[in-house]
Structures are given as C-alpha cells and as structure tokens.
C-alpha cells in the first residue's frame, strides 16, 4: 500500500506523442466525414511543439532542442485541453485547425504534470468562433463503444479510430512517472500524436488519450473524465495546487491471528496504519498501529478497499478527489477505541525525489570544479545514481522523515578536470553531509556555506557514502573557479532558482 | 583483466567473465577459448625438471546450499584438479577445488587407484587448503613428496604440471611476468599471487595446477587466461605461511589489522595532512573497534606512513627488495601470523609517532563475507523463513544482485555500524511458504528482525528461543524493521502448520548454528 509514496517506474508506458517527423509524401485525401460529427470533429487540433529538454548531465547547459505533434481539442472560451507531456518543457506551439493549414501560435495556461492534463489557449482566439465546445461527460460504461479522434502517426490529417472500453482501473501515470489516478483502457487504436485528443461517447467526451503499453496490443489508455473535472476545478482559482494525499501507508488485515493480536473481529474490516508521515495531513490525528474503519463514512475492508455507488475503490480515491484545505473524516480504532477525526489534506514534500521535472531549470552549485545538484529523478537518471546508500535514502525520505534534516539530498554529481580535482574523482556520486562541520539542508544552504561564510584554509566536505573528508584549499578558489568556468563553458558559479 | 577461472565455481562465487552453470558447460566454455596445443618451442630449452611424481588427482563432489531455500542442497557437482604431496601424509590443493564438498578422493594418473581423503586445514581468503587420506594408499606411498621452494624473482621459468587422460604427465614452463595481489577465490580479499605468462594446453584436470621451480612446490595455479595466456599462481611466501599455521594444529588464519585507508594523491588532501609534497601515507578512513589497530590507538584521521621499516607511498605501494612495489597488505598478510607484531609509523595532526601492534586473526564480521563448507542457519515458524544475513545470500540474487538484492538487506551489509549493537548477526524474514497461517503475509520477504515478543534478537538461536516460550494470549509479535512493522504468530496453529511442512517433505525445521564452530574452518571475516 506504498503506492503514493514510491516512485513508480512505469518502464512499460509509453506517452502517445509522435517525435517530429516529416509528412510523408501524397497522404490519401480525408475520407468524407460523417455529416453529425462534422463540426465535432471541427474542434480537435493538431499541436505541434518545439521543446527545449534541460540537460541534468551538464545543468549549465541550455539543453537538447527538439520537438513533436499532439491534439488538442476546445472544451471552452479559448480553452483547448491537451496533455501535459505535449505540451511539457515547450518553447513554442502552434495549433492548425481542421482543413486549414494555417499555424496558430497558443500559450499555456495551466499544466498538471501529475495528471497529464494541460490547458493552452490561442494568442489570438478569433479563429475559435463558431465552434462548439466539446462537453465532458462521465464515465463510460464497460464494454461500451468509444471512438479516439486525433492526429497520430501514418498521415497529416484528422484520423479517427474506434473500440471499446476494457477495463476501469487505477493505474501509474507514466508522464510523472510518480502518480497514478483511475484510467481506462480501450481497444482502439491509439497512437504517438493522438496524446491529448478526446474519447468520445456519443457526442460527449469521455477521456483523453495520453498512453499505450508497449508489449500488449491494443491496450489504449484515456483519462477520464473524474480526472479531468479534478484538474478543471483544481485551476479555478487560477493555480494548480497539484494532489494532495493522506500521507500514511496501510497494511491489510487478512491475517487470522494479527486481528486476533489486535482484538479485531473476525470480519472483513479495517486496515493497519503502518507509518504516518511527519508534518503530513495525518501527523497529530493518526499513529501508527491505529485501524483505520472508514473514510468519509465509506467502510474500509480488510484490503483498504471501499465501496462506492457498487464500485470497488481503493480508499485513497476519496482523497483523490479533494483538493489542498479539503477535509476528509476518518474513524480508527486505538487502544480497543473506537474514534474519529477530521483532517485538512495537503500535498506531501518531496515530489521532485519521485516525480519527474518538467519546466524547471536544473539547479547547480560550482565551487573549485565540485558541481552540486540536488537529487531529483531528474539528476539521479542523468548520472546514473542508483548505489545503495541513494536509493536507501530516497526510499525512506518520507517515512523515515528524512526530508526534515535533508528538504533536499545533495550530491557531487560532477568533477571538472582542473589541476585541483585531478584526484577527486573517487566523489563522483556522493552524498553531501557536511560543509565545515555544519550539516547542510538543500542546494541554497550549500551555496551560502561555500559562497556566503568566510572560508577556513580548508573547506572540509563529507560525505553519506564515503569515509575521507574531500578537502578544497579555499585561498585560489575565485581563480579555480574562474579557470574551470571559462574551459567548460560555465556561465555561473550557481543556478539556484528564480 | 579477464581471467578464466579453471575451477568450475559455485554460481555464488563465480567472478569471472565465464557464466558457466555446469562442469560439462564450463568445460566446453574453455575449450572454445583455448588455443589449441601447444608447442612449448622455445621455452621447451629452458625446461629445469625433468617429470615430477608428487602430484595427484583430487576429485571432489560439491554441494552447496540453496540460498532461497536453506534446507537443501544444490545439485552436487563434481570438480577434479591436482593436489602435491608434500609429506607422506599431506596434500596441497585450493580452497576453491574442495569448498562445500561432500566427498573427497585422491585418484593416480592414469585414474586406475584412488583413496578417500578428508580436508585438514583449508583457508577460504588464502585459496589453500591441505588435504590427507584416510586411509594408507600404496599408490600415494610410491610417490615423492615436493619440497616447498623459495620465492622467486620476475622472470624466473617455473614449470606448470597437468595430466592427461591417458595418465602422462604433461608440464608446461611459464615465465613469471608480475607479482602482484589478487584475490583468488573469495572477492576482497587479495593475496600475493605471480601473474605467469605461458601457453597451457586444455587438458583434462586443467585447473587447480602444481607450480614448480627447480623441482621444488612454489604455489598453485589458480586460473588460466587462454586469451592473453596469463595465469595466476599463489605465491610460496602464502603457501609456507598457510602450512606452518596448519601444522600446528589450530589453523588460526592470516591476521589483520582492523583498519580501512584511503590513498593521499590528492594534492589538496595532503596539504591539509601536513603531508611532504613528495611522501607517501595511507589516511587511515575506519578503524574497527576491537581490533589490534584500535588496540594499538590507531585512528581515523592518522596518515601511515610505514609498516615495520616499509615505507608506504602515496597508494599504498612498499618497494619490496625482489618483486619491487606492491600493496601494503602484503606486508600483513603473507608471511606473517596471529600473534606477530609490526610497527606502524603514523603521522598524527603532524606529530610522528610509532604504534606497536600485535596481529590477531580476524573478528567475526555483523554480515560474514562467504559462507563455505558450514551450512546456512535458518529457522521455520508458521511457514515464515528466518535467516541470518551473509554476503553469500545476497550473492545468491544473482548477476545483477546490487540492485536486485532487498534494499534494506544491502544497506544492513554496507553499514554495519548501524546495527551492531544489540546483535551477532542480522537475523531476517527471508521469505514465507504460503499456508493458513501466513494469510496476508504471503509476499513479506527480506525484512530484518528487531524483536520478538519484546525482545531484541541478537541472533537467530535466540530468535529459536524466543519463539519456543510460550507467547501472552497465545500469539507471537514479532517486530519487523520495515513495513508492515509486526506481523502475527499463533503459537499453536503455526506448529501445526509446521508439522505439516515436516509432511510435505521439508527435512527439518531449523538448522542452528554450532556452539563451536568445526575446526577444520577458518573464521569468516572482514580485513
């Protein structure tokens, strides 16, 4: 039941969203539309987009300079809904309309990374007239025909396929690579471009495509429609406040004796709290070993299952559908008692640990060839981190509370050639402990520490993974520092953020 | 370099570029690398000896335990090499050729005579291991025991002795390119060994060699490189320590000196040790408690700068007088033993100072490196699997064990100062045999243990112990270090349930450890 606290590697999902590749030559001509869905159709847009990656390998560096297509499609005044990896580290999109071939310069105005899901609207959002607004409805039946429309590989125009739903589930998010949320999956065929174009039942939609599995076929993967409300209302107040969570992780109760040991009855009821997470929404209103009974007054089974309106849910969808401040009632049994609570959720720390970065320039602290990041699933892929002590420490920064000593774990992640480093390299990798003695909480207190406090002779750094202290004789540092910038090509000594 | 290993090693210590699961794979793996026979040519003039009759086949049949499951035993295999009489009664041979057997014979030639023998000392880290038949054999009493031989010098000829099937006794002569250190059979721990140059013949009993030098034993031939034709021989100096040790009757092992170090080429580093710009030093990064060094007021942070009038430079290199630079641990673990003393010079905050230390064998580590020849411990509760926690098991996870391994398991193993305290061992739930009783717990596997019934468990006899008293209100607690935290026993229904695992063929319920462990085995440990 650590789902919400791990980083899910989803190595099997892939983002339907079509690498830049040229039109080939003589497309067939688009196939006369049906007359009702014509201006349906009128509202889905091809997106292309230039994306600019940043370099986590080189964080200095402006990054790789590339691009691809999506869909998207207007679901209100200028609102035109797409997925976030279409739309995810973009320097310019454009949107070309149905049987036109003009580009249409947009702008994003939200974008949920944990869902996939982004909002853009035009520039100049006159061509927008006169065409409907797709309505968003509810959740599809299972077994019940649903059609993708969208831009996908194989030619330049509107291409709609056409399947049904096979299955309703709870499923990893492979964009984020940290969240899962309800999904559900259809047999048509949904491809690289179709990402951020609309399922459509009837004449309402139903979902947005945004994945497929790579060794199944036909296993086409839409967001519904709670998802999508979630976000449209999450960004009302003109932000998006990302999902919140409980913060605490459950075990099952099947066992015969452990409800025996705990004086349960011999019922299908109730899970044990296993870990609370420290200044989570539960800290200070759930421990540890209390038997958690229900949630919003839906009763939890012995697997932390509930039922609502005759569907099986997991008991952390509840929670899925709040947002930051919401209150969710949760009744527990401690100490043989019987008790209930009321919590206010909010969104767990550390999400750049599990969760990859979009958008965000990569931080850095250079200091005498020493080059600083601070440990994302950015970084950590970048350089290949996955010794013992990093994955120890990212799989209990949350319930082992790490990230209150550590807001951020700090790593040399590189050594550039200098006269000084010439052997240093051993450090490549490690963790950051200590600066003089003193412990250090992120990339800024790094920075201060070096930068900020008068230096001793020698700057003492130790490290969580390594058993000699790396010793950087502060007098030349200013011209250590100047040398290397100008060999490597460094503009700074640090990017901290805006 | 890539090295293939001759002996066909268990898949748990198989470090070598070979991947071979069976002797018959293994053996066409060699063959498919070997260049064919050789002509000695040149070399052939140079020969010193003319054939030796001091060496033997020794056949063994190897069963190691299943890592998963700690009752049984691998499928056995056998392993044939060569051993050198060296008394009338004393064989030498590799650890690594008699590791884990079940069965051991001493075989002539041409295979028409053999006796069973029995290991007398052996030595795991060292890769040696002593031999003796039980019984008197006429075959071996017509053979002439090898005198051992004295060190070499680069570039000495020593002649590599093999059988053939037919039982002709076949040498080749090889050159001595190197000394070096490496670490033969056991990872990590590196002895001194003669890096050989010399194109060997696949024959059968390839592996496991006599090397000989002017009709004298100087060490045996571990692996065998058929691609760069370079060999690895331990050298005399280990083979006269090990022999020594051993017939004395209470094989104590090399000693150590308890104390881990870090070389000092960085510039910056020596600086801030105040160390010459031209010197050598060690920086001493851990000192185990315990151990001589820290009996001897060894600390971190010293710098070592000699080891009796050996000065060290700055990687840990000794200029010694006739193999020319090698590692420092050779200066502790070749010729000297338990209970010899060396002096170290230490730089301390720049004050030089002198630190007598007596050696002494090596401590039982938290999480014991290797695991031969004494059988797994493990204890079945309920359907739930306790083990105590070896490199051997993590091992065992195969190739990629590093990342596929449990996580809190590596991390135990890496930090044992975390854990120390409080334990001999680190006892942990290694998996479940799904039953009645184990219902929910099915998928809990390498989860360490803290206590039972609220009592810290030092090792797993104790955790046996804890688990025959019987629990308050009939239900163990046992008390996980990981989620899900504690995990339930019923004490009557999970004896039954092991009553029936005793049914459904499982040969025991527990295998404790000894109270005296035997004395044919050397103590597993961390340098």
Redesign the interface.
């Known amino acids: 039941m650590l789902r919400h606290f791990v980083a899910v590697m989803s190595l099997g999902l892939i983002p339907a969203f079509a690498q830049l590749a040229l039109p080939p030559e003589g497309a067939a001509p688009a196939p006369t539309p049906r007359v009702a869905s014509a201006t349906l159709f009128d509202s889905v847009f091809r997106l292309e987009v230039a994306t600019q990656t940043p370099d986590y390998r080189t964080p200095w560096n402006a990054g790789g300079f590339s691009g691809g297509n999506g869909t998207g499609f207007l679901i209100g005044p200028n609102q035109i809904l797409t997925n976030a990896h279409v739309v995810a580290n973009s320097r310019r999109i454009l949107v070309t309309m149905r049987n036109s071939s003009r580009k249409l310069p947009a702008t994003i105005s939200h974008v949920a990374h944990d869902c996939d899901l982004a909002l853009i609207s035009l520039d100049d959002p006159a061509p927008l007239e006169g065409l409907i607004h797709l309505p968003i409805g509810g959740m599809p039946e299972l077994d019940s025909e649903v059609r993708a429309i969208g831009y996908p590989v194989g030619g330049d125009r509107l291409s709609v396929t056409r399947g049904i739903v096979s299955r309703i589930d709870f499923r990893s998010y492979s964009h984020s690579r940290a969240d899962s949320h309800l999904i559900i999956q259809v047999d048509a065929a949904i491809n690289p471009g179709n990402s951020g174009g609309p399922a459509i039942q009837g004449d309402k939609v139903i979902g947005v495509a945004f994945q497929g599995l790579t060794q199944a076929d036909n296993t086409g993967y839409i967001i519904p429609t709670p998802v999508i409300k979630r976000f449209l209302t999450d960004i009302e107040d003109g932000q998006y406040d990302k999902y919140v969570d409980l913060g605490i992780a459950t075990f099952p109760i099947f066992n015969p004796a452990m409800r025996k040991a705990l004086q349960l009855p011999d019922e299908d009821r109730g899970v044990l709290v296993t870990n609370v997470i420290e200044d989570g929404p539960c800290d200070g209103f759930i421990e540890k070993d209390d038997i958690l009974l229900s949630i919003d007054g839906n009763a939890i089974d012995s697997a932390g299952n509930i039922k609502v309106d005759g569907e099986t849910l997991v008991l952390h969808e509840i929670v899925e559908r709040k947002f930051a401040g919401d209150t969710v009632k949760l009744e527990f049994i401690r100490e043989q008692q019987t008790q209930a609570t009321e919590i206010t959720l909010k969104p767990l720390p550390g999400s750049p640990i599990f969760a990859a970065q979009y958008d965000e320039r990569p931080q850095y602290v250079l200091y005498g060839g020493l080059v600083f990041q601070n440990l994302t699933l950015n970084s950590m892929s970048a350089h290949r981190l996955s010794d013992v002590t990093t994955r120890y420490l990212t799989s209990n920064y949350l319930n082992k509370a790490i990230f209150k000593e550590r807001p951020e774990i700090i790593v040399l992640t590189r050594i550039e050639s200098d006269a000084l480093t010439s052997n240093m390299g051993v450090f490549e990798g490690s963790i950051l402990n200590t600066i003089n003695g003193e412990s250090v909480r992120d990339l800024q207190h790094t920075y201060e520490l070096l930068y900020d406090v008068k230096q001793p002779e020698f700057t003492i750094l130790e490290f969580e993974n390594d058993d000699r202290p790396l010793v950087i004789p502060s007098a030349n540092i200013d011209a250590v520092n100047k040398r290397i910038m100008k060999t490597n090509n460094i503009p700074t000594t640090s990017y901290l953020g805006e | 370099m890539k090295t293939n290993t001759f002996i066909l090693l268990s898949t748990l210590v198989l470090a070598t570029g070979l991947s071979a699961d069976s002797p018959e794979e293994h053996a066409r793996a060699i063959s498919e690398k070997t260049v064919a026979p050789v002509t000695i040519g040149k070399s052939n003039q140079a020969a010193t000896t003319s054939t030796l009759d001091s060496f033997v086949r020794v056949n063994a049949t190897i069963q190691t335990f299943n890592a998963g499951q700690p009752w049984q035993r691998n499928g056995p295999q056998r392993r044939s090499g060569l051993g050198t009489l060296i008394s009338a009664s004393e064989i030498l041979t590799t650890a690594e050729m008699v590791a884990n057997q079940t069965y051991l014979e001493l075989e002539n030639a041409d295979s028409t005579q053999r006796v069973q023998a029995q290991v007398i000392a052996i030595d795991y880290k060292a890769n040696l291991a002593l031999l003796s038949p039980i019984k008197e054999a006429p075959f071996l009493k017509r053979k002439t025991p090898l005198q051992l031989g004295t060190p070499a010098r680069i570039g000495d000829l020593i002649d590599i002795w093999q059988f053939e099937n037919n039982g002709t006794t076949l040498k080749t002569v090889a050159t001595i390119r190197a000394v070096d250190t490496s670490s033969t059979f056991i990872p990590g721990y590196s002895f001194l060994i003669y890096t050989l140059k010399g194109s060997m013949q696949s024959a059968s009993s390839s592996f496991t060699l006599p090397a000989t030098r002017d009709g004298k034993l100087i060490g045996v031939l571990t692996s065998y490189d058929s691609e760069d034709q370079i060999s690895e021989v331990i050298a005399p100096e280990i083979v006269s320590t090990f022999l020594k040790d051993a017939r004395d009757g209470n094989y104590e092992g090399f000693p150590t000196l308890g104390c ?1 170090t ?2 000092t ?5 020596r ?2 040790l105040q160390l010459s710009p031209r010197g050598g030093g060690l ?1 001493v ?2 000192v185990r408690p315990g151990s001589p060094a820290a009996k001897a007021d060894l600390r971190v942070g010293d710098v070592l700068l000699a080891i009796d009038r050996s000065n060290l430079d700055r990687r840990g290199f000794f200029e010694h007088p006739s193999y020319g630079p090698l590692p420092w641990t050779v200066l502790i673990r070749s010729d000297k033993m338990v209970g010899d003393s060396v002096t170290l010079r230490v730089l301390r905050e720049g004050q030089l100072m002198e630190l007598p230390i007596t050696l002494e064998a090596p401590q039982a580590p938290l999480v014991p490196t290797h695991i031969n020849d004494s059988p797994p411990p493990f204890l079945i509760k309920g359907g739930f699997v306790f083990q105590e926690l070896s490199r051997s098991y993590l091992r065992a996870y195969g190739d990629k064990w ?2 596929r391994a449990p ?2 398991l ?2 135990a193993m ?1 930090n044992p100062d975390k854990y120390e305290e409080d334990r001999d061992s680190i006892v942990f739930l290694s998996r479940v045999l799904p039953n ?6 099915d998928s809990l596997n390498g989860i360490i243990i803290n206590q039972v019934n609220g009592k810290s468990v030092r090792n797993i006899t104790e955790l046996a112990n804890f688990l025959k008293e019987a629990p308050e ?1 009939g ?1 163990h ?1 046992i008390e996980l270090d990981d ?8 004490a009557t ?1 999970s004896d039954q349930v092991d009553q029936q695992l005793l049914q459904r063929g499982l040969p025991a319920l527990s295998r404790l450890p000894a109270e005296e462990p035997l004395p044919q085995q050397a103590a597993t440990n961390n340098e």
Do not use: W
Not at chain 2, 265 to 269: H, L, M, R
Not at chain 2, 436 to 441: A, D, L
């Open positions: 881990a870090r070389r080429e960085d510039e910056a580093f600086e801030y920086y990064s851990r590093a990342t996580l809190s590596m991390y890496d009645p009783v184990t219902i929910g717990y209100n239900i607690t989620t899900p935290g504690t995990v339930y026993l019923d229904l």
